[in-house]
Every structure is written in structure tokens, then in C-alpha cells.
């Protein structure tokens, strides 16, 4: 069973940045569609960023401050977030699509404060 494991979270300032990794206990490329959702509470989880085949997506609250990436070789997924605000605070989730369907994280915090 394919693990994915997240770290990177952490508490910074507005304006800031952070690197979210995401590593696959597996073959990335045997995941479809992986990418970044995040979900504060009382709220459901939104897609941050996400490839669909090759090609990235974004939220329009992100575009042109998020990035995507992935390593195959490293079997990580990547999520650099710059210029960071407030409400970028959530718990940020990686997952991607398996043989046997979505497979989630277990989620790293990111806290934005003013």
C-alpha cells in the first residue's frame, strides 16, 4: 500500500514562504493526479494545486504564488508557497489517485500570522 507522508508545515509570517515535500513510500508515477488540497476547520478540503496529467492547476487564490512540482526520482511532491497570507492558513493535505483509489496524508500545518 502506497504511504504519502507530508512535512514542511510550520508557522510564518505574511509575506513569507514555505516548501511543502510530500514523499511517496512508492513509485510517484504509479499515483494519477496528485496534488495539494487544504481544509481549515469547519470547512471542506479545496484543492490548492494538482497536476492533471502534466499539467498543473491552480486555485485562483493562489495562482502565481503557489507552485507545484514533483520529483520522480525522489519520489516527492512539492508545494513552494511564497507571498503567504493569512488566509493561506490551513492544514494542507497531499494525495494523488492509486490502483485502488485516493490515497490522503496525513497533513501538515501551515499557520500564516499577520
Known amino acids: 500500500q502506497v504511504q504519502l507522508v507530508e512535512s514542511g508545515g510550520g508557522l510564518v509570517q505574511a509575506g513569507g514562504s514555505l516548501r511543502l515535500s510530500c514523499v511517496v513510500s512508492?513509485?510517484?508515477?504509479?499515483?494519477?493526479?496528485m496534488g495539494w488540497y487544504r481544509q481549515t476547520p469547519g470547512n471542506q478540503r479545496e484543492l490548492a494545486a494538482g497536476?492533471?496529467?502534466?499539467?498543473?492547476n491552480y486555485a485562483d487564490s493562489v495562482k502565481g504564488r503557489f507552485s507545484i512540482s514533483r520529483d520522480a526520482v525522489k519520489n516527492t511532491l512539492y508545494l513552494d508557497m511564497n507571498n503567504l497570507k493569512v488566509e493561506d492558513t490551513a492544514v494542507y493535505y497531499c494525495?494523488?489517485?492509486?490502483?485502488?483509489?485516493?490515497?490522503w496524508g496525513q497533513g501538515t500545518q501551515v499557520t500564516v500570522s499577520s
Open positions: 494525495t494523488g489517485i492509486g490502483s485502488y483509489g485516493p490515497i
Open positions: 497536476f492533471r496529467g502534466s499539467t498543473p
Open positions: 512508492g513509485n510517484i508515477l504509479s499515483l494519477a493526479n
